[in-house]
């Protein structure tokens, strides 16, 4: 490894966990969960956040915005919202001489972090709303491309207990979610903690620790750890044995699997792998590296048949046996 692939790893890690140390001052618990929503951040990715009301999801992202001092943006979905109270729309404009012209006023999109609260509870139309964003980084009105400042990035919520109401996300636009976190509730003494932080008199606030120039430095670190062939064929091999029609398709797959992950599930494994190598000091990505993301970058993607939604198979059932199953590469 040269002087300065070594020396970006160092700035690297350190950034990082100065990152994660500043959202843990305000976020009880969850480290992990911390690690893996700042990993699709600095992979150009985005994050679906799943869980119960009242844990902190969006706590998170407003204080990982803080922490990393980047343009801060929240859109409620409701069932009322429309695609141009996401992405914006053209509005006529009276010059002092009384000509009128169209200009395009930006909508809540144009931030460099986005928190789509609750976007299951938005129509399909508007939820769909969001897909040339996240895919492209521009979004598109009256005939004109406008383009998104970076880094963009996309927290979505979704609450999994209160169904009624609500329109569950395409398999499209899942897809589109780098990984899938999930918020446990929190365990006494981290409840313990909760409550004793934010029944005081001052709230707890985190500090700008990083600015946009280092987390775009961090993306071009990310992006350049190499990926050794081996590593690579795991990776697909994980992504293949969760098709129930592919040769190398799991039993549990052919038994509870409609359909098993994209090539963009290959993507996230290789991404995610590639910070979780940095994190251990490594400028290469082991077979460690791509098992330690199988959860989070697959989970969304395997869709389950009406079998495995009666007998409550769960898909990270399912990816924790095709882990112990499928030989891991010596690189």
């Known amino acids: ?48 956040l799943e869980g119960i009301p009242g ?26 919202l429309m695609p141009g109270d996401i992405i914006g729309s053209n509005i006529v404009r009276e010059t002092d001489d009384g000509k009128k012209s169209f200009e395009f006023q ?20 508007t939820q769909s709303a969001l897909l040339e964003a996240m895919q492209e980084n521009s979004v598109s009105a009256g005939g004109s491309t406008h383009k998104l400042d970076q880094p963009f990035f996309v927290l979505a919520t979704q609450n999994p207990i209160e169904m009624e109401g609500t329109y569950p996300l395409p398999e499209a636009q899942m897809d589109r979610f780098l990984f899938k976190l999930r918020l446990n509730f ?20 985190s500090q700008h620790v990083i600015g946009k120039k280092e987390v775009l430095e961090m993306r071009e670190v990310a992006r350049a750890v190499p990926v050794a062939k081996p590593v690579m064929e795991y990776a697909i091999a994980l992504a293949l044995a969760t098709h ?13 699997v409609r359909f098993g992950s994209s090539p963009r599930g290959v993507q996230s494994l290789v991404l ?38 009666a007998e409550r198979v769960e898909s990270d059932f399912i990816l924790g046996e095709i882990i112990k199953s499928v030989s891991m590469p010596a690189v």
């Not at 981290?190 to 709230?203: F, G, P």
Request: glycine share 4%; net charge neutral; with cysteine.
């Open 272 to 309: 995610g792998a590639k910070v979780n190598a940095l994190l251990n000091n490594r400028f290469y990505v082991s077979g460690e590296d791509i098992k330690a993301v199988v959860l989070p970058a697959l989970r969304h993607r395997v869709l389950l048949n009406f079998e495995a939604e």
């Open 106 to 125: 930006r909508g809540p999109v144009f931030a460099n972090m986005l928190l789509a609260d609750e976007i299951n509870r938005a129509t399909p139309k």
């Open 186 to 205: 929190p365990a006494a003494d981290e409840l313990l903690t909760i409550v004793d932080r934010t029944t005081q008199q001052d709230d707890i606030t």
């Open 55 to 80: 844990v902190g999801k969006t706590k998170l992202v407003h204080t990982l915005a803080d922490a990393t001092d980047l343009a801060f943006s929240r859109i409620q979905f409701t069932p009322d």
């Open 244 to 256: 129930p029609e592919s040769a190398q398709g799991h039993d549990l797959s052919k038994k509870y």
């Open 1 to 48: 490894m040269s002087s300065n692939a070594e020396q970006g790893m160092k700035v690297f890690v350190e950034r990082f966990r100065r990152v994660v140390e500043e959202v843990s001052k305000v976020i009880v618990g969850n480290r992990d969960v911390i690690e893996h929503v700042l990993t699709c951040l600095l992979v150009r990715g985005h994050v679906l």
